[in-house]
Structure formats: structure tokens, C-alpha cells
């Protein structure tokens, strides 16, 4: 279903942002973000848009 997709999509996020040593939700978007976390932004939206 839709929202268990989106919850394994923020899962896979959450994991992402743990193995580049930061937090899900806790780093805002703009010029000085880390290129891993700009990585695992993108792999969710693409996961997301599957859902």
C-alpha cells in the first residue's frame, strides 16, 4: 500500500543519513549541505515517486 511504501522510502532515508553521520529531518536544504545528504534527498524522492 501506499503509506507502508513511504514508510520503507523514509526507512531507506533515515539509514542514508545515519551512514553519512547526521540525523533524518534535521538538516535543512541549501548551499552548504553535504554532498552525501544531497545522495539520500534524491534516492527518496525517486523512491517516493514510485510509491
Known sequence: SYGM??????GGACGCY???GFVFG??????GIPAAIVTC???LGVCMSVC
Open 5 to 10: 511504501c513511504q514508510s520503507a522510502c523514509n
Open 26 to 31: 534535521t538538516v535543512t536544504a541549501g548551499a
Open 18 to 20: 545515519t551512514s553519512a
Open 41 to 43: 534527498n534524491s534516492i
